[in-house]
């Protein structure tokens, strides 16, 4: 059965730093893997999508990695801001999700001024 | 192009009454999955429908029941409320749903309230 784990729960850094959170996942066989941002009270805003044939995606400061052979995705954000303030949630299709995402926990990021 | 909107955005309900909540997918997309958010629980699937049928659905009661129409629009039901039924609701939309390649997008969501 596909386990979805986000080390750490939680994260806080001074603005300006590059910061790393990590999910990690027990089976391999996955059809893709998302990042999303949740602000508190509020829905999930995608991040990234990475394509279970793909090594990583960019989008601006955001870079996400995959690598299927260690069950380990890396969310990279350069020159964090304290807007990126929030819930940073991993989800991904596995062969055996039956049509639903399986979840991690979540990190809970706070960029401090 | 318009994401996903969900409505309405927050609902007060008492005990023992039933509340209906809508899902308007993005244009295009036809699968439409729906999730409960709790800060004990997380993220839980509740069901996933695509062209009119469910294909999975949850570890939820059957006070919790889902449909989706010809438009893909999809609703879904929770009769006799209880407490522990106050939660953010999600909904996501997505062309094919699981077991694809598709990019998933969520709505806003719906805060129920149960008093």
């Known amino acids: 059965k596909q386990e979805v784990t986000q080390i750490p729960a939680a994260l806080s850094v001074p603005e300006g730093e590059n910061l790393v959170l990590n999910c990690s996942f027990t089976?391999?066989?996955?059809?893709?893997l998302q990042w999303f941002r949740q602000d508190p009270g509020k829905g999930l805003t995608s991040l990234l999508l990475?394509?279970?044939s793909q090594r990583e995606q960019t989008s601006g400061r955001l870079n996400a990695s995959l690598d299927k052979s260690s069950g380990r995705s890396t969310l990279y954000i350069a020159a964090s801001q304290p807007g990126d303030s929030a819930t940073y949630l991993c989800?991904?299709?596995?062969?055996?999700?039956?049509?639903?995402?399986?979840w991690g926990a979540g990190t809970k990021l706070i960029i401090k001024p | 192009k318009a994401g996903v909107t969900q409505t309405p955005r927050y609902l007060i309900k008492t005990r023992g009454q039933q509340v209906t909540l809508s899902c308007s997918p993005i244009?295009?997309?036809?699968?439409v999955s729906w999730y409960q958010q709790t800060p004990g629980q997380g993220l839980q699937f509740l069901f996933e429908?695509?062209?009119?049928?469910?294909?999975n659905k949850g570890n939820f009661p059957g006070r919790f029941s889902g449909r989706q129409f010809s438009n893909s629009r999809s609703e879904m039901n929770v009769s006799t409320l209880e407490l522990g039924d106050s939660a953010l609701y999600l909904c996501?939309?997505?062309?094919?749903?699981?077991?694809?390649?598709?990019?998933?997008?969520f709505g806003p969501g719906t805060r129920l309230t149960v008093l």
């Open positions: 996501a939309s997505s062309f094919l749903g699981g077991r694809s390649y598709n990019e998933q997008f």
């Open positions: 989800a991904l299709n596995s062969g055996d999700s039956n049509y639903q995402l399986i």
């Open positions: 244009s295009g997309h036809r699968s």
């Open positions: 089976d391999s066989a996955i059809y893709n």
């Open positions: 990475i394509q279970s």
């Open positions: 429908y695509f062209s009119e049928t469910q294909r």
